[in-house]
């Protein structure tokens, strides 16, 4: 079964400052997402990546997938208190296999 | 419109209790799919119900069942809870079946269970 790994686990950033998070595949990825999550509360949906090398912006975070289409990173710049929260990375299974697998997630703390 | 509503949003059970937990997903959305959301496994996928059937299933025993009604309004049941089944179960509905780029969350129920 396919297995996403997140780094870091956690993360403490001055605001302003840009940060980086990973997400890497034990499989090729055919469909990645990205979403962010406020403590106890349900997911929203940031971006999603098909194509080896594709790369999306929205406001100040872009998310990339790599060329084999097994590692994602998502770049935030300039963050902003705003931006805590946890970061989760989903996969497709692929083939006919939709449904989502998780990585543990990213916890981003921004300090004013 | 109104998004995906999650009812009770808190719920305390004890050991060997059942439980039925309600999600309404958004209008004219016909898939709901169920998360469990815990510390230690993260989130992970409980099922996914398209009008009325079940379309996928993760690796859950069969203690976790659900159903979908023809308002696709949808409950998931756990019988016999155990004190590993505290969890933030979210749900998450789209307009059709494997739709994850359109996916909408609810907020959660968070369950414990002592």
Not at chain 2, 18 to 26: G, R
Request: net charge positive.
């Amino acid at each position: 079964s396919q297995e996403l790994e997140q780094s870091p686990q956690s993360l403490i950033v001055q605001e302003g400052k840009n940060l980086t998070i990973n997400c890497t595949s034990s499989k090729t990825l055919y469909g990645l997402y990205w979403y962010k999550q406020k403590y106890g509360e349900g997911l929203i949906f940031l971006m999603m990546l098909q194509k080896g090398g594709e790369e999306k912006s929205h406001e100040k975070i872009t998310a990339k997938l790599d060329e084999k289409k097994q590692q994602s990173s998502l770049h935030i710049t300039a963050s902003q208190p705003s931006h805590a929260g946890i970061y989760l990375c989903g996969a497709e299974g692929g083939g006919s296999n939709y449904k989502l697998t998780f990585g543990k997630g990213t916890l981003l703390t921004v300090n004013p | 419109k109104a998004g995906v509503t999650q009812t009770p949003r808190y719920l305390i059970k004890t050991r060997g209790q059942q439980v039925t937990l309600s999600c309404s997903p958004i209008s004219g959305h016909r898939s709901v799919s169920w998360y469990q959301q815990t510390p230690g496994q993260g989130l992970q996928f409980l099922f996914e119900y398209f009008s009325e059937t079940q379309r996928n299933k993760g690796n859950f025993p069969g203690r976790f069942s659900g159903r979908q009604f023809s308002n696709s309004r949808s409950e998931m049941n756990v019988s016999t809870l155990e004190l590993g089944d505290s969890a933030l179960y979210l749900c998450a509905s789209s307009s059709y079946s494997g739709g994850a780029s359109e996916q909408y969350f609810g907020p959660g129920t968070r369950l414990t269970v002592t």
